[in-house]
């Protein structure tokens, strides 16, 4: 695995620089990471790339001061904490807020994920031989199937995190990802896709990557002859992938608690009511290991927690950066992530709806009438407002407790707490996907999903 050189850092020198501000830390970041593009079976393009940079946060009084740098050597660092310095020196003069850093452990540490494969030890035409099984799985006899594409993606990272108070965590970690796509045309297009990845390459290696892509062809072909999804208010059953997806996004970012102090967040002011029925808990844990949302500690240095969001319908917490936590005098959560040179903010990291003992069968066969809808091809939240809106990549007609009618163009909409008031069934299955969630223009590693929920929503 990569190490990050530290020969070229003067760590007693960087200790001194730390002491600039009321508070100030320093993260030294070092990644390689490596892409293969397949289109229709033909390699179009082999891509790798190495990145590195420090990133510079000092605090005086109120005011934050940031800096960055690509060019990892003392001389340039010396100038950053300057730079920085001076940043917050002025952010302070013009501020109006008051910024409360929440006490925490310091921390001593060095990680390493722990992988069977490192992926860097894979040549190109191993990978290859990967793709080609998703590939040919991909194809159908009747050439309806009219394009496939297959990216793998992998990425090894090192870093340095140092604060005023004396935390030092040096880390490593490895992240591996294949994206399978099926696009079928018939009176129109439709596609299907799914995803297979983790830490090391036995991510790949050791997953049915051949079920996996069979189910992605099946699924792209049978919604050639699917009817269009029905509008009106139904019954619903989500699979575990959209439920996760329904929970991250309008659940999970609305209990950022950046997005409560920016009154950006229906939950605002919440905490202890009920804004659910009882079958929903929500929890954001981090400490799953082999989950793409896994870290032991932030970017802060604080320590990952299992965090209940909702239990039993009631609105619990937030999830907290130290600021964050600090100006609502909150315990912190170990939610503040940065990509590569970007400051820390509120992310969440493995996120879900917490199973119960419905069995999948049953609550189909319990459900009646209703729809069942299955994946999710985005969607989009107003998290100050409480409305979101959501698309399935297929769903089937539940009619007399039987999956009938195959559907296509289901999507649903409505307010967040009132499909949360009408989730009345959780299944026992437990899925988190792998993926990445973007905010603030930066994109981290995060899972999500728990299992099949039933509630009641429009469908447009």
């Not at 439709?190 to 995803?195: E, G, I, N, P, Y």
């Not at 950022?256 to 229906?266: I, K, P, R, T, Y």
Request: proline share 2%.
């Amino acid at each position: 695995m990569m190490v990050l050189n530290l020969d070229c850092l003067n760590v007693e020198k960087i200790q001194k620089l730390l002491e600039k501000g009321t508070y100030a830390d320093i993260r030294v970041i070092k990644s390689c990471s490596n892409n293969i593009v397949m289109k229709d079976g033909d390699i179009d393009e082999i891509s790798s790339g190495n990145y590195g940079g420090v990133i510079v946060r000092v605090l005086e009084n109120n005011g934050w001061g940031l800096a960055t740098s690509n060019d990892i050597n003392m001389p340039n660092i010396e100038e950053l904490f300057d730079s920085a310095y001076k940043s917050a020196k002025l952010s302070d003069m013009h501020t109006n807020k008051e910024v409360i850093m929440k006490e925490v452990p310091i921390v001593t540490d060095k990680l390493k994920t722990k992988v069977k494969i490192n992926p860097l030890d894979i040549s190109v035409e191993e990978k290859k031989g990967y793709m080609n099984i998703v590939n040919k799985n991909l194809s159908d006899e009747n050439n309806q199937i009219v394009s496939k594409s297959i990216n793998y993606s992998d990425a090894e990272g090192a870093s340095l995190l140092l604060t005023s108070e004396g935390t030092c965590i040096e880390s490593e970690g490895i992240k591996t990802l294949m994206r399978m796509m099926a696009v079928s045309k018939g009176e129109s297009l439709q596609f299907a896709f799914d995803k297979s990845g983790g830490d090391g390459f036995e991510a790949i290696s050791e997953d049915n990557l051949e079920e996996k892509s069979i189910k992605v062809k099946e699924r792209a072909l049978r919604l050639l002859s699917a009817k269009p999804c029905p509008k009106g208010e139904f019954n619903v059953v989500l699979d575990p992938e959209l439920a996760g997806v329904f929970i991250h996004e309008a659940v999970g970012h609305a209990t950022e608690a950046d997005l409560v102090l920016s009154n950006d967040s229906v939950f605002k002011n919440r905490i202890g009511d009920i804004i659910g029925s009882e079958e929903v808990t929500v929890i954001d844990d981090p400490t799953i290991e082999g989950s793409f949302g896994f870290y032991k500690y932030d970017n802060e240095g604080v320590k990952g927690a299992k965090s209940t969001l909702i239990e039993n319908g009631v609105l619990k917490g937030y999830l907290h950066s130290r600021e964050t936590a600090g100006r609502l005098g909150m315990d912190v959560t170990g939610n503040s992530r940065a990509q590569a040179l970007n400051k820390p903010i509120v992310r969440m990291s493995n996120t879900y709806i917490k199973s119960k003992n419905w069995k999948f069968d049953e609550l189909i066969e319990d459900t009646k009438d209703g729809i069942y809808l299955i994946g999710s091809r985005g969607g989009q939240v107003d998290t100050g407002k409480g409305l979101f809106q959501f698309n399935s990549v297929e769903a089937f007609m539940i009619e007399n407790g039987e999956l009938t009618t195959s559907l296509k163009d289901a999507g649903l909409s409505g307010e967040i707490m009132s499909i949360l008031h009408d989730v009345n069934a959780v299944t026992d299955d437990f899925y988190l996907s792998k993926g990445y969630c973007g905010k603030g223009g930066q994109s981290v590693p995060v899972g999500d999903g728990g299992g099949c929920i039933r509630t009641k929503t429009t469908l447009c």
